[in-house]
């Protein structure tokens, strides 16, 4: 994996965390995955890379959070495109030469799965099973202004989807599991219990 020194303007890497769990029914990311509250599987994957980074979070930040910087959105409420315009706003003020998104609660995405992002170089996104390109994606400061204009509940997959020259990872089977609910949480549970090596692994 290319690391921030090999670039001349860091990419930063932002984890979307200030959903609401409203299909959850409880603070997800605080709920116990394979031994560890979920949202750390997404962090340590984040902080493995070695990027830059910020942890966008609704009202308050996680416990579990350590010392990484966290942005909150006071907008979160009004959906996950506050969260992104929020991201490329920070990646922007910062001349960031791209913004490598990832979910809070996606804890089968790897460091690994991430650095094939950065590799691959901006514009690149994961191959998602209805065969839409999506997050994790490393989008690059062309798209910000479009990204800061992100409301509601509309995501980044448009934005994406018309990205010219973007790069589709395909990520395997189960990869990009996003828990939405406690059913989802058992099944990250069981592949992260079972196939640690392959999930967690930098």
């Known amino acids: ?14 984890v979307l965390g200030a ?9 997800k990311l605080a709920s116990v995955c394979a031994g560890k509250p979920l949202g750390q599987w997404a962090l340590e994957a ?3 890379t070695g ?12 416990g579990f959070i350590g010392d990484t910087e966290v942005v ?15 991201a490329a706003r920070f990646a922007a003020e910062r001349g960031a030469s791209a913004l490598l998104v990832t979910l809070a609660d996606m804890p089968l995405v790897s460091t ?11 514009p690149a996104a994961c191959l998602h099973a209805d065969g839409r390109p999506g997050v994790p994606a490393l989008l690059p400061a062309s798209a910000f202004g479009a990204l800061m204009a ?22 395997g089977s189960g990869a990009l599991l996003d828990v939405d609910t ?15 090596p392959n999930t967690s692994s930098s």
């Open 1 to 14: 994996m290319s690391g921030p020194d090999n670039i001349a303007t860091p990419i930063l890497l932002a």
């Open 19 to 27: 959903g609401r769990s409203s299909r959850f029914g409880a603070n």
């Open 46 to 48: 984040a902080i493995r």
């Open 51 to 62: 990027l830059p980074m910020i942890w966008i979070a609704g009202d308050a930040a996680p």
């Open 72 to 86: 909150l959105n006071l907008r979160s409420i009004e959906g996950i495109g506050t969260s992104v315009a929020l």
């Open 112 to 122: 690994a799965l991430l650095g094939r992002l950065v590799d691959a170089g901006a």
């Open 150 to 171: 992100l409301s509601g509940d509309q995501g980044a997959g448009r934005i994406i989807a018309g990205l010219e020259g973007l790069s589709i990872i395909e990520c």
């Open 182 to 196: 406690p059913q989802a949480l058992a099944v990250a549970e069981l592949a992260l219990t079972t196939e640690i």
